[in-house]
């Protein structure tokens, strides 16, 4: 762990920007098509039922593919380590120089995935949720922001910097639309708030 071997820029494999989400119009549009329930039961429930961080490529697993395409100047080791760079975290507007400041977030959460309908999947079904990095749902934020999130709906947890508010409901909409997940009506009111403050 002594992180003296080869260090290398990002792998040529991996993804340059976070996934745009759909534009606001788009995300109205399937924000109308979700479909309102209430929450499955946490019977059961674990995140072991959603394997990550699964390898990507090499030695690169999901979370170092993230770190490495959220930040800048980022640099790994032989075993896919960030060894240094910069981030941005898009939910409280801090910027980090050490990547183990940082968790991946998944936008919907693991554990609102399963109370939405993922109770409902088979292992490999929520292995691919949960290391999705071709749609907009895993972003590399401050490990407090996370935290505080942890598995609440926007109606109950949003990012404290308001400016990714359209950003975020854009992105949850997508996901929730992407894997037929339910919402709540209280998250489906908060969602199309956030997106009203989608510049028009």
């Known amino acids: 762990m002594s992180g003296s071997g080869p260090v290398g820029t990002v792998d040529d494999a991996v993804p340059l920007r976070l996934p745009e ?3 606001a119009e788009v995300a109205r549009t399937e924000l109308a098509g979700l479909h309102v329930a209430a929450p499955h039961s946490m019977n059961g429930y674990s995140r072991a039922k959603f394997p990550h961080w699964i390898k990507q490529h090499g030695e690169c697993d999901t979370r170092e593919v993230v770190l490495a395409r959220d930040g800048d100047g980022v640099e790994q080791d032989e075993k896919c380590r960030a060894v240094s760079g910069t981030w941005f975290s898009e939910y409280d507007a801090k ?40 749609h907009s749902q895993l972003i590399a934020v401050s490990a407090a922001s996370n935290r505080q999130k942890g598995d609440q709906s926007p109606d109950q947890w949003s990012p404290p910097r308001h400016a990714y508010w359209c950003t975020y409901a854009r992105a949850w909409t997508d996901v929730k639309h992407l894997y037929h997940l339910n919402v709540t009506a209280p998250e489906k009111a908060k969602l199309s708030e956030m997106l009203d403050t989608c510049a028009s």
Do not use: K, M
Not at 97 to 126: C, F, K, M, Y
């Open 95 to 134: 910027v980090f120089h050490v990547s183990g400041q940082l968790d991946i977030d998944h936008i919907v959460p693991l554990a609102n995935a399963w109370r939405s309908g993922a109770d409902e999947w088979t292992t490999p079904e929520r292995r691919a949720f949960a290391n999705d990095l071709e």
């Open 21 to 23: 989400p759909p534009s």
